[in-house]
């Protein structure tokens, strides 16, 4: 197998440059399949505990190159977390297609995307062959009621809701109750999907991913659904860490490579 190449990769989207890291193979191997990721709320190219980091180098190692990247207001890319909203992760999630598709000509590409990440994941999926979705948010509501202090509590003198040491704008609010992930998947995606999931997650629910499954179940996409005992949101384990990272290379080389 030829060795993956490590590669910084930035490129503009808008008035901003987003930036992140791809590992791929050499551009005069064949074809192969791309694995995007997208990160979740409040997180970065890396992912939970370097998840992505790790999961990226098992996919190289099947042959399956692989781009990670913050979203802009995020990590390295340009922007204030303020001035992220829904419309804009998405809107980064397809120029990092369009990347790809442009410059690899992927035989297949595959959304990797955790949490909020699986959301927007799920929001862009006709643009992809596959989707992996782990620990995905479904019910963005879900997430507002999680922060109900946060907004009862009202903006700050500035306008925007303070979670942490980030601020939030009212349009990302706004944005997380204009559309249904899991109908939106079911209604645009003809690839295959995987849902993982923590019976121990305190954040997302078994529920959520269950939403997913049944919908696009009803719309006759192959579904592939593992609920991992005893792990939480991010599976921060080393024996949880290893089987999400093993899972979906081999599900992913099984099944696009």
């Given at each position: 197998m030829t060795a993956p190449v490590f590669s910084f990769v930035e490129w503009t989207r808008g008035e901003w440059t987003l930036r992140g890291a791809a590992l791929s193979l050499p551009e005069e191997a064949a074809a192969n399949p791309w694995c995007i990721f997208s990160h979740g709320f409040t997180g970065h190219h890396l992912g939970p505990g370097y998840?992505?980091?790790r999961m990226s180098r098992e996919l190289a190692a099947a042959g399956i190159s692989s781009l990670r990247f913050d979203y802009g207001g995020c990590g390295n890319s340009d922007g204030l977390f303020r001035e992220m909203t829904v419309a804009t992760m998405k809107a980064d999630l397809l120029s990092a297609v369009e990347l790809v598709r442009n410059r690899h000509r992927p035989s297949a590409l595959i959304f990797i995307g955790h949490s909020m990440g699986g959301m927007i994941a799920a929001l862009?999926?006709?643009?992809?062959?596959?989707m992996v979705l782990l620990s995905p948010i479904a019910e963005p509501k879900g997430l507002m009621e999680r922060r109900k202090a946060m907004i009862e509590s009202g903006p700050n003198k500035q306008?925007?809701?303070?979670?942490?040491?980030?601020?939030?704008?009212?349009?990302?609010?706004?944005?997380?109750c204009e559309d249904d992930p899991a109908e939106r998947l079911a209604g645009s995606f003809t690839g295959k999907l995987l849902l993982m999931q923590g019976d121990c997650d305190k954040s997302i629910a078994v529920e959520e991913s269950d939403r997913y499954a049944r919908a696009a179940r009803r719309a006759g996409i192959e579904t592939t659904v593992l609920v991992l005992r005893n792990a939480d949101h991010s599976?921060?384990?080393?024996?949880h860490t290893a089987t999400v990272c093993s899972t979906v290379t081999s599900w992913v080389k099984e099944r696009f490579l």
């Open positions: 998840l992505f980091v862009a999926a006709d643009r992809v062959e596959g306008g925007f809701y303070e979670n942490g040491p980030h601020e939030l704008s009212p349009q990302f609010l706004d944005g997380l599976y921060s384990t080393v024996a």
